[in-house]
């Protein structure tokens, strides 16, 4: 610890003693300062001890000693040392009283004693300090890395937590809570996760201090990783403020993670390559090859229904996609499942188990980005049906679709099992589709609008009725010889015979896509 007025008094050789407050000697003194100025304040720091011999000082001035003592204590100088057979004799009691009444240590010092020695003292002191907290950071390097080599980043935790006599906590990508030390610390942790998103939004390195839940502790935040954008972040409270060995547990430990985690992205990379080689064999066919090569590493994701995802974003701007790939990496690792994230330039593709929490994290950051969507929104994510190995392929194909349908609707997600289970109106509502509907109409608009008959409401009703006379003509109001009239007068404009299966189907999705309904 760091010299205190008390331990300058115990010094056997310096001979000192208190002659006021001698309630307040267990304050640190950063400093030993000798100066006979009448105002030192300006040249003072704070935390100093200052030595004087009242040269220039009229210490038997009750008034004036008042506001020297009160200006010393108000500049943060936690004592002052009186040299005794210099000038006075004894401290005078004007300066004994006015010390007394600011509650600022008073320190007799002997004849004997010269400033230089208790200077010497100090200094010495302080050396000593930084020595053993140097020392100490040494040793909670080696014990942290230690306890990162064979019990990774839990063992880290929980042996930085000892050293700083608090806890610590270790957050993914995502901003959730992956380790914390002890166990207690997990409820407390969680609830830093705003703090935790904030930071990560900084590029890496950042930190920040917080108040700990209920302002039950102070929290040191600090991200971790090289790139721009943090790959995790460590959270280390305590009591009070850091020392000088624990701060340099907590540079070591922040520097363990960040090799830890840079290693981890270069394992994953190496994971990303493996995983796009067993998707490549999928979709051609071979899942028996993709078996072979998965192994251990993705094997089980191949034994179970599994969905894929396909994710388009902005060719310019990759933080869609890496969000999309860091929310589905952080829920699968944290409920234990496998799943395989293949990057492709402006587009993502995840495999990932049906029905698992990575699945479930990609519908609802798809659900969360579409409340809080921009015009200038990027991201689109077509979801497959549940398949196996052998359907790899159209599950791909499924996805795909969806995608498209997702960026033609506007939609941040649709998934294709939706699509099949919907209508197929709103796939109409493309301007292609509805360019034909238009050329496929136009001449019967055009004749409507002479006023010599309503062949396009006749058409309507004759097509939902399936071509039954009496019903549409009942529908219309008119009688069935003039229905039929109508239809043959389609058949002239058109040019084109209502017989025919296909022409009615597409006079029909005609109708459909240029109504109110598919719009």
Known sequence: MPPTLASLVHHSALKLTVRAGEDRLDVPVRWAHASELADPVPYMEGGELLLITALKLDAEDREAMRRYVKRLAGAGVVGLGFAVGVHYDDIPDALVDAARAEGLPLLEVPRRTPFLAISKAVSAA?????????????????????????????????????????????????????????????????????????????????SSVVAGPDHEDRVELHSLGTGRRPRAALAVGTAAALGTAERYAVHSAIALLTLTTERSRSLHAAEQRIGAAVLRMLLAGEPDH???????????????????????????????????????????????????????????????????????????????????????????????????????????????????????????????????????LPLLADDAVRAFADGLLRALREHDATGRGDLVASLRAWLSRHGQWDAAAADLGVHRHTLRYRMRRVEEILGRSLDDPDVRMELWLALKATSSEAG
């Open 126 to 206: 302080i050396a000593a300090d930084q020595y053993r907290a140097v020392t100490a950071g040494f040793a909670a390097q080696r014990e942290l890395t230690r306890q990162t080599l064979t019990g990774g980043p839990e063992g880290l935790l929980a042996a930085l937590a000892a050293q700083v006599d608090g806890w610590a906590a270790l957050y993914d990508a995502s901003g959730a809570v992956v380790a914390t030390a002890p166990e207690w610390a997990g409820r407390r942790a969680a609830r830093l996760t705003a703090d935790v998103t904030r930071l990560r939004e900084r590029p890496a390195p950042a």
């Open 290 to 424: 993709a078996r072979a090569v998965a192994g251990d590493l993705y094997g089980g994701l191949l034994d179970a229904p599994f969905r894929i995802i396909v994710a388009a974003g902005s060719e310019t701007d990759g933080e869609g996609l890496a969000a999309l790939a860091e929310t589905a990496e952080s829920a699968a690792a944290r409920s234990g499942e496998v799943v395989l994230v293949v990057p492709e330039g402006d587009r993502l593709v995840v495999l990932a188990a049906d029905g698992g929490a990575a699945v479930a994290a990609c519908r609802d950051h798809a659900a969360a980005r579409e409340t809080a969507r921009k015009a200038d929104e990027d991201l689109v994510i077509g979801l497959s049906a549940p398949a196996g190995p052998i359907a790899a392929s159209a599950a791909y194909k499924q996805a795909e679709q969806a995608l498209s349908v997702a960026r033609r609707r506007g939609r941040v997600l649709v998934e294709h099992e939706h699509m099949a289970a919907g209508s197929v």
